[in-house]
Nanobody, 130 residues
Framework: QVQLVESGGGLVQPGGSLRLTCRAS????????VGWFRQAPGKEREGVSG????????YTSESVKGRFTISKDREKNVIYLQMNSLKPEDTGVYYC???????????????????????WGQGTPVTVSS
């Protein structure tokens, strides 16, 4: 079973940047789809970006496209979420989640569907405020 730990959250001014890290242990992520999600106070969990097990398989939600980038470091077994041009509406707790997917079934917008994931980290808070 894979375990996930997020880090990198914090307080940043509008227009600033943060890089979140999702570190996996227990299993290599080569056969896992991994998604980043966020939840603002009083709102439902929202899919942000995901990376699949196929070559170049990524998906980023329209709300953050052009500002957020997901990437994987296979050697370190981590998934990053680079967040640029941050806005106050990006505030929330950010979670990474994983689902074993050796047959590349989780693709496109499914990568940001929280109901498809069965392993979650504890979350890292992000606050965008001046």
């Amino acid at each position: 079973q894979v375990q996930l730990v997020e880090s990198g959250g914090g307080l940043v001014q509008p227009g600033g940047s943060l890089r979140l890290t999702c570190r996996a242990s227990g299993r290599m992520l080569d056969y896992y789809a991994v998604g980043w999600f966020r939840q603002a106070p009083g709102k439902e969990r929202e899919g942000v970006s995901g990376i699949g097990t196929g070559k170049d398989s990524t998906y980023t939600s329209e709300s953050v496209k052009g500002r957020f980038t997901i990437s994987k470091d296979r050697e370190k077994n981590v998934i990053y979420l680079q967040m640029n041009s941050l806005k106050p509406e990006d505030t929330g707790v950010y979670y990474c989640a994983a689902r074993r997917d050796p047959h590349q079934n989780v693709v496109h917008s499914a990568l940001v569907n929280p109901s498809l994931y069965d392993t979650w980290g504890q979350g890292t808070p992000v606050t965008v405020s001046s």
